[in-house]
């Protein structure tokens, strides 16, 4: 229920020339709301509930949404809803943020300052970013978390993809898999300075050859916002807030067990809470815009880009390894000395390398600080190459003429061998005696 506070608020932006949009951002109520407020000439009257009335958050729901709140006490109310919704509960969204209120007061979201929106043609462009998910990743156990988040500027479509770096690799793969959900690509992507991407040097944003190859590769222009300009990519930046205020939320009331599941989950919970729903801006779902758009986007590669890391290294002798990540991976004996190119590719869970363009061997991709890991057959060669100088030591040395000969046992006949004692008073044996008397 609007408050004569909030209701003051309102009519002071709008004096000051504020629109509804921009008051609706700054006060946290739907555009509409306000500008039915407005149009009022003040809040809505209080009603009194009808003689009788039970109240819809009873005794059971209300026990259930603090339940809820002691779980995770940052839950939005559209969080709460979709939960206790679907174990039965069949009241209105109104009385349920109206029992929120009563339990942990209102939450709203402020605007920092005015801003307006960009409006771009359909097919126009796409934006994309990382956004650190750090603090989740440990208290789930799943180590380095980040978000990839891209979204398609005129249908509002967005495409969230979880992974644990934020290099160049992983760029590329989310980026990839953003184009192949929407089902093409837009003619400009824009984003921040990404270090991943390329340099700043002089103030200027140069893009490294890779991030040019890949432009290249699927036929789109690529631009940087300059620096402290975060809202010329607000399209992506935004949505940023409902996950790390909605979906993380409600995953961490059932954290998944791997990243892989978290990718999963974020793909259906887009498809079923924020595609079908109406933009707050275009008034329609992104899910019936993209069917506009996607006639305007341009085609699919026919074959898939490459993701994977590729790096050159060097095995030095004597061991014919090479090190990855500090971790030490086998490679032939005969190629110590050459260059090799090692191949990662992305969620594989692989290491490939190739020489002159072939193939050598894959391994299982190790863990920082793991032992080296060997090629039983890269072992063996390494092994018998050591031991190749002292081999002749080893082999049984026969007369002449007597290679087909049977090989026979050493026979003595009868007679006395005793061997003459050695003289050990020759040597001190650190006792402070000799080898004499006693």
């Not at 019936?288 to 026919?302: K, T, Y």
């Amino acid at each position: 229920m609007l408050t004569q506070e909030e209701y003051m608020e309102v009519a002071a932006l709008h004096r000051q020339g504020w629109t509804i949009v921009q008051i609706a951002e700054a006060v946290g109520r739907h555009p509409a709301t306000v500008s039915s407020w407005l149009k009022r000439g003040g809040p809505p009257a209080r009603r009194a509930a009808p003689a009788g009335h039970v109240p819809v958050v009873d005794e059971r729901w209300a026990a259930r949404v603090a339940q809820l709140l002691e779980a995770n006490p940052e839950l939005l109310a559209t969080s709460v809803e979709r939960i206790v919704r679907a174990e039965g509960w069949e009241g209105s969204y109104e009385s349920l943020v109206r029992h929120l209120r009563s339990v942990r007061g209102v939450r709203r979201r402020r605007s920092p300052g005015v801003s307006l929106p960009i409006e771009t043609a359909p097919g126009a462009e796409f934006q994309f970013d990382w956004s650190d998910c750090c603090d989740w990743g440990e208290v789930w156990g799943l180590g380095s978390l980040h978000c990839l988040g891209a979204v398609l500027c005129w249908c509002r479509r967005r495409h969230w993809w979880f992974a644990p770096s934020v290099d160049r690799a992983h760029t590329f793969e989310g980026l990839v898999r953003f184009f192949e959900d929407v089902g093409g690509v837009a003619a400009v992507g824009r984003t921040d300075r990404m270090g991943a991407l390329g340099t700043t040097r002089g103030g200027v944003f140069r893009f490294c050859p890779e991030a040019t190859e890949f432009v290249r590769y699927h036929g789109f222009a690529l631009k940087a916002c300059k620096a402290n300009d975060a809202k010329r990519k607000g399209k992506t930046e935004r949505p940023f807030g409902e996950l790390n205020s909605a979906f993380m939320q409600e995953m961490g009331l059932d954290p998944p067990a791997s990243i892989g599941e978290l990718n999963a989950r974020a793909a259906r919970w887009l498809e079923t809470y924020v595609h079908p729903r109406a933009h707050r801006v275009t008034g329609e779902a992104p899910a019936a815009r993209l069917e506009a758009e996607i006639g305007l986007l341009g085609p699919l590669p026919r074959a898939r880009f490459d993701t994977a890391r590729r790096e050159p290294r060097v095995a030095s002798a004597p061991l014919p390894l090479i090190e990855v990540d500090r971790v030490a991976y086998s490679v032939p004996p005969a190629l110590v000395g050459a260059t090799v190119e090692v191949r990662l590719p992305v969620d594989a869970g692989i290491l490939e390398i190739r020489h002159a363009g072939a193939l050598v061997v894959t391994h299982r991709l190790a863990a920082r600080g793991e032992g080296p890991v060997w090629d039983p057959g890269h072992r063996a060669e390494a092994e018998a190459a050591a031991l190749a100088p002292h081999r002749r030591h080893l082999q049984l040395v026969t007369p002449s003429g007597t290679e087909d000969r049977p090989a026979a046992g050493l026979e003595l006949g009868a007679g006395d061998y005793d061997v003459a004692p050695v003289d050990l008073g020759r040597y001190e044996l650190g006792c402070g005696c000799t080898g004499r008397g006693a």
